[in-house]
Nanobody, 116 residues
Framework: DVQLQASGGGLVQPGGSLRLSCAAS????????IGWFRQAPGRQREGVSF????????WYRDSVKGRFTISSDNAKNTFYLQMNSLKPEDTAVYYC?????????WGQGTQVTVSS
C-alpha cells in the first residue's frame, strides 16, 4: 500500500519561503490526484492545491494563487508545495494526500508557522 510522509514545515518570518515535500513509499502515485490540505487551529481543514492527472488540472485556492506552487517528481516518488511570500494566515498544519478511485491516502501533518 502507498504511504505518504510529509516534511519541510517550520517557523518562518512573514514574506519568507518554505518547501513542503511528500514522499510516497510502497508504490507510486502516477495515476493519483495529489495535493495538500491545511488546518489552522479552530478552523476546518481546507484544500490548498492539487494536481489531477485525469483532468489535466492544477488547482489553487484563491488565497495562495501566485504564491504557492505544487509540483511532482515521479522519478523520486515525491511531490512538493513551494510556498513563497508566506503570511501569518498561512499558519497551519499541512497535510499531503493522494487519491484514486475514491481511495484517499493521507500523510501525517507538518506544522507551518509564519510569525515574526
Amino acid at each position: 500500500d502507498v504511504q505518504l510522509q510529509a516534511s519541510g514545515g517550520g517557523l518562518v518570518q512573514p514574506g519568507g519561503s518554505l518547501r513542503l515535500s511528500c514522499a510516497a513509499s510502497g508504490g507510486t502515485f502516477d495515476d493519483y490526484a495529489i495535493g495538500w490540505f491545511r488546518q489552522a487551529p479552530g478552523r476546518q481543514r481546507e484544500g490548498v492545491s492539487f494536481i489531477s492527472p485525469s483532468e489535466s488540472r492544477v488547482w489553487y485556492r484563491d488565497s495562495v494563487k501566485g504564491r504557492f506552487t505544487i509540483s511532482s517528481d515521479n522519478a523520486k516518488n515525491t511531490f512538493y508545495l513551494q510556498m513563497n511570500s508566506l503570511k501569518p494566515e498561512d499558519t497551519a498544519v499541512y497535510y499531503c494526500y493522494a487519491s484514486f478511485g475514491g481511495n484517499w491516502i493521507w500523510g501525517q501533518g507538518t506544522q507551518v508557522t509564519v510569525s515574526s
